[in-house]
Structure formats: structure tokens, C-alpha cells
């Protein structure tokens, strides 16, 4: 991605890039975005994008979520997924408590099981869950998309 984006600044187009948090950029990456121009949208270290959602959205949006998930990849894998990152992890939607452990725990699952990483399944996750509860949200999440609106729609450079 990163080099895609260089790509494109360095022809002239105004770029922006939306990146994970997991791996940090060095300092020569870092350089070579400033010097080309190129606008950085990114999350709370160490998240990646799945991860900022479960940690951000409102608790509304988090059985919404887990219901795409399983509607796409099977109940039993999802929940074998979230099992696995906590033994004895009880994954009734009931029964979560979506405190920030067990939404950590929802977003490296989520992450390690690719949960929503087709566009087709990112594209609902964002118009069905978190679009419409982005203003009830809190965090990275919530900053990080009102700064890339504005920069998409106004041309604001400010991050």
C-alpha cells in the first residue's frame, strides 16, 4: 500500500492512505510519504482496522458485527475463533459483556479470522454497523473517519 500511494503522489495525484496500526512505519517510510505529499489516516497502535472497530463502536454495534461475521464465515468457526483467544470465553451474544478485555479479544478474532476482508463485507460493515453509529462511537475510530471525510470531500489536509 505504501508504495502504491507513493505512486500515486509522486504522479502528481492528491493521496491519502488508510493503514493499519500493527507494524509501525520507519522512519525512511515516514519520510518518503511527508516528502510526496501523502495524507496518513490510521488507528490506535497496535490495531488494525477490525480491531479499532470492536474497540470503537458503540455497544449497539458490537452483536451486529458478530452476526454479519457469522452469517458469512459460520457460526461455529466464529465462535471457535473467539474461544481460542480466551479459553473457556463464553460466546452467547447474551452473555458478553463487551468490556474493553472481551471487545479486544472480538477484534483479534476478528482479525485472525478475516472476518470482514472481502469489500463486499467490509462495504456492510460499513453502511449497516458502523456508519450509523459512528456519531454514538467513541475513539480513533470516530476521529480517524471524520478526518478522512473531510479530507475527501473539503480537501482538508488536517489530521
Known amino acids: 500500500m505504501l508504495q ?32 510526496a ?10 490495531n488494525m482496522t477490525e480491531m479499532q472497530i470492536f474497540a470503537s463502536i458503540e455497544r449497539d454495534g458490537v452483536v451486529p458485527l458478530l452476526d454479519i ?21 463464553e460466546v452467547d451474544d447474551g452473555s458478553l459483556g463487551f468490556t474493553v478485555e472481551e471487545r479486544g479479544l472480538l477484534g483479534a478474532a476478528a482479525t485472525k479470522g478475516k472476518w470482514f476482508k472481502t469489500v463486499s463485507y467490509a462495504e456492510m460493515v460499513g453502511r449497516d454497523v458502523v456508519g450509523p453509529r459512528i456519531e454514538a462511537s467513541a475513539g480513533t475510530l470516530v476521529a480517524t473517519l471524520h478526518s478522512l471525510r473531510a479530507w475527501m470531500v473539503n480537501g482538508d489536509e488536517a489530521v
Open 37 to 46: 505529499g501523502v495524507t496518513r489516516f490510521f488507528w490506535d497502535e497496535p
Open 4 to 35: 502504491r500511494a507513493l505512486t500515486f503522489a509522486n504522479a502528481g495525484y492528491r493521496t491519502g492512505l488508510v493503514h493499519d496500526s500493527d507494524t509501525e512505519l520507519d522512519a525512511a517510510e515516514l519520510a518518503a510519504l511527508t516528502a
Open 69 to 89: 461475521a457469522r452469517e458469512w464465515n459460520g457460526e461455529l468457526s466464529v465462535n471457535d475463533q473467539i474461544r481460542a483467544r480466551k479459553a473457556g470465553l
